[in-house]
C-alpha cells in the first residue's frame, strides 16, 4: 500500500500562486515511480474532478481544460513526491485537492481523468482563493 500526504494549501488571493506537494511513503514506497500519479479537486457541493496527472517517467502529463496554461505537474521520483504549480489562481480554484496513484501501472496520464480504480488517495489539502 502507498500511503499520499499532501501539503501546502492555504489561503490566497486571485492571481497568486501556490504549489502542492505530495509525499508517497509506505512499504510500497519503493514502487511510486511505477504509478502515473495524479490530482484531483473537490469543491463544496461539488463532485470531485480531474485536475492533471503525469506519467511515471514524468515525460506526459494531461490537464483538465479549466487548469491548461495555469497550472504543471511535475514529479521526482527521487523523493516520491508529485507536484502541482498553480499560477493565476482564480476563485473558483477554491476546493480541496487530492492526490491518487491509479490501481495500474498500466494507467496513462490521459486515462487518469476516466479512471474509477485508484491504488491510493492522500487526505486532501485545502486551497481557498479569495477575490
Known amino acids: 500500500q502507498v500511503q499520499l500526504v499532501e501539503s501546502g494549501g492555504g489561503l490566497v488571493q486571485a492571481g497568486g500562486s501556490l504549489r502542492l506537494s505530495c509525499a508517497a511513503s509506505g512499504r510500497s514506497g519503493r514502487t511510486f515511480s511505477s504509478y502515473t500519479a495524479g490530482w484531483f479537486r473537490q469543491a463544496p457541493g461539488k463532485e470531485r474532478e480531474f485536475v492533471a496527472a503525469i506519467t511515471r517517467s514524468g515525460l506526459y502529463t494531461s490537464y483538465a481544460d479549466s487548469v491548461k496554461g495555469r497550472f504543471t505537474i511535475s514529479r521526482d521520483n527521487a523523493k516520491n513526491t508529485v507536484y502541482l504549480q498553480m499560477n493565476s489562481l482564480k476563485p473558483e480554484d477554491t476546493a480541496v485537492y487530492y492526490c491518487?496513484?491509479?490501481?495500474?501501472?498500466?494507467?496513462?496520464?490521459?486515462?487518469?481523468?476516466?479512471?474509477?480504480?485508484?491504488?491510493?488517495w492522500g487526505q486532501g489539502t485545502q486551497v481557498t482563493v479569495s477575490s
Open positions: 491518487a496513484v491509479p490501481s495500474s501501472t498500466s494507467t496513462t496520464a490521459q486515462d487518469m481523468g476516466r479512471t474509477s480504480s485508484f491504488l491510493s
